[in-house]
Nanobody, 124 residues
Framework: QVQLVESGGGLVQAGGSLRLSCAAS????????MGWYRQAPGRQRELVAS???????MYADSVKGRFAISRDNAKNSVYLQMNTLKPEDTAVYYC??????????????????WGQGTQVTVSS
């Protein structure tokens, strides 16, 4: 069974840093994209950062210059370095991945997967 597991969330003071990690496990044959979303109380889920298999990246305007996404394809992992954190960054952060996974009869399927989320809280 394919699953994504996030880690690295926690409570930090404004101006501090956190590094989130997400590791995908299972019958994974390829990565289309990996990224991070977040959802704050009373707000819709939004894309924070993403990276395609070719290395193209996208960032939300609110985090440009502060956050950086990276990946390790050999480990099927993606990371989010978050610097100069602000109280408005407080949210549940979700890992997302588009993966080619093994299915029955030796086939492959391109599916979108989500982690369970990790809480990031930034105090003022």
């Amino acid at each position: 069974q394919v699953q994504l597991v996030e880690s690295g969330g926690g409570l930090v003071q404004a101006g501090g840093s956190l590094r989130l990690s997400c590791a995908a496990s299972g019958s994974i044959f390829g990565i289309r994209s990996m990224g991070w979303y977040r959802q704050a109380p009373g707000r819709q889920r939004e894309l924070v950062a993403s990276m395609s298999s070719g290395g193209n990246t996208m960032y939300a305007d609110s985090v440009k210059g502060r956050f950086a996404i990276s990946r390790d394809n050999a480990k099927n992992s993606v990371y989010l370095q978050m610097n100069t954190l602000k109280p408005e960054d407080t949210a549940v952060y979700y890992c997302n991945a588009g993966l080619w996974v093994g299915v029955g009869s030796g086939g492959l399927r391109d599916n979108d997967y989500w982690g369970q989320g990790t809480q990031v809280t930034v105090s003022s």
